[in-house]
């Protein structure tokens, strides 16, 4: 445990809407931040007054759009603002998040008082000075946000919580943005006096904010600390994976001081080396190992001391393990592929099984398809691209069937194509249920959709299927195995998988 606070912003602008957003919270939040410049002008005033007679934690925030806040907020309407503030909170029962700008002219006495800076330039480098002009402000608490672009930019304010420890000053330092994720997780358990999360998914009030039951339910932040060994998904982009949910719920089931984190890292090579290598990093957050995805796979192999068989086999690795300094590299999507295939269909040997797609995830399916002996057709729109795949595997490789041609003379379809991904492709399948009778199974990739245009094709020419989801979850035990020598709980991650799809 540590002694955070959750902080759960709330925007609204009727009354009738507060009163419900404050409900919905109450939940979850240590504190309530009251965002009135998101309220009508006109009630402002009247809610002032009566959240003085409410007994809840909150904190009053009206700020300006050039700082993140709702609407354009002049110098004397802010001044008039906090003024009446003042005067209503005599008591001192509110926190108050006031801007640099506006603490230098009022007469504050130091009492939950919150000084705070927004730069949305994303010049990470202003921290330092940010802090030192803050200080000058005997405030009891500061708080910096700073808009990351990249995760190399959240570094600058994430170094600012050793010096506030140091300094003995209570520190709230937030990277904004999907990059600086790891900032509103990690914060609590280096010593950030409050973390901001938002109401729910969709409701978030800054960017790169999480919700409020994700931040305890699935990150369990208020339970990590700086002894928490940190793992996660390095990839670009990643805010949309579901293995911080797979990872986390097996953590958890495990009860193991561990979290998994998203980061959306652009440039690897940086990352590497300010976040990771011992020899070089900036920040220690006591990384033990992470997934990499979309585009690094390829790319990490050169920062690794050693990699497997098969990582070197399909040329990409899905997951690294830190050990006594030195990184490992593995790949589990060939697994992750294999058994659930393995458990439906049995043996493989000499199945014929066409592979539709000719890109990364096919090589791991192909590698793991040749081990097993069975004969492997790749069809693919650039036909040289799978030629140039199928000498490498020795395998065979065919132009893409017309929608009039059937695959009957295959065993075991499986689209590696994006095709049937929700977004642009969503109502698209690598083939028709006209095509796929007389196949045995038939095993799409995608897991998002659960049900997609290929699988539903499959179950209208009455060939059992398998969904991607099986793999991911697959890959994501072997993952959580080679990290903690302990059986991945595969209950509690599908479910926490689907939880999160649905
Ligand atoms: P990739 O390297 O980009 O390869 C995609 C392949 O699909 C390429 O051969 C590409 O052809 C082909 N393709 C793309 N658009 C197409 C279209 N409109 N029509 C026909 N073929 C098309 O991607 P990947 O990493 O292999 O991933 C492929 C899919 O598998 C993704 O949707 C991913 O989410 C899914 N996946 C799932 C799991 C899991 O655990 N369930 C694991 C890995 C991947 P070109 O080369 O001509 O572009």
Redesign the pocket.
Known sequence: MNNGKICVSVCAETTGELVKQIKQAAIYADIIELRFDCLDKNIIRNVMENILRIDKQFLVTFRPKEQGGKRELNFRERLKFWEFFLWNNKAKKLYADIEFDLQLILKLESNKIIVSSHDFSGLSGNSTATYEILTIINSDFLKIAVNANDIIDSTAVWKLLERAKKENKKLIPIAMGEAGKWTRILGLAHGAFMTYASLESGKETASGQISAQDLIETYRVKELNEQTEVYGIVGNPVAHSLSPFMHNAAFKFHNLNAVYIPFEVKNLDEFVAKFIREETREIDLNFRGFSVT?PHKEAIIEHLDEIDEAAKAIGAVNTVKIENGKLYGFNT?AE??IEPLRNSYGDLKDSRVAI?????????CIYALKKENAKVTIF???VE?AKGLADEFKVQSSK?KAQSESFAEFDILVN????G?NGE?EN?T?AFASQIENVKLVYD????PVETPFIKAARKATVPTIG?????VE?GMKQFEIWTSKDAPMKEMSAAALRKLK
């Open positions: 979309i999507d992750g592929f539709l797609g000719a890109g990364g995830a096919a090589r791991a693919a729109r650039n691209k893409l590696t194509t994006p095709l991904t492709f698209e690598p990739l995608i897991y998002n991607g989801l099986a793999m991911l890959q």
